[in-house]
């Protein structure tokens, strides 16, 4: 279920709610993960490792190509850690943290493949 957002959305870059696969990796680890959502200069995701701010990450985010959903077109690109919030933790399990990544370094190339995927995909 998608929520609506009331009154109209004021960032210059639109950005969508979707679940998809992000590999984010620095010199000390690498993770798997997925969007919350995303835009051309960003990421919104949850990491199950606590990643301080303004670290650099390597970053390859897996798009669903437009003809065939078990195909995907790959972006690559360098992003910074901006924000971090501790959202969960149980004496039975890790926390979990949402992670902001700007995306700091990216191709013109590789923004123009997510301008084009958020364009088909929002509302």
């Not at 933790?89 to 123009?112: G, L, M, P």
């Amino acid at each position: 279920m998608k929520l609506k957002h009331i009154g109209a959305e004021h960032r210059k870059h639109p950005r969508i709610n979707e679940r998809l696969q992000f590999k984010l990796k620095t010199n000390h680890f690498d993770i798997v993960t997925e969007t919350i959502n995303l835009s051309c200069i960003g990421a919104y995701c949850q990491a199950n490792k606590y990643i301080p701010l303004m670290t650099v990450l390597d970053i390859v985010l897996a798009l669903p190509h437009v003809d065939e959903e078990d195909e995907f077109e790959y972006v690559k690109c360098n992003g910074l850690v901006v924000r971090v919030e501790k959202v969960s933790f149980d004496a039975n399990t890790r926390s979990a943290y949402n992670i902001a990544i700007f995306f700091s370094e990216i191709e013109d190339s590789e923004k123009q493949k997510i301008e084009s995927f958020v364009e088909r995909y929002k509302d």
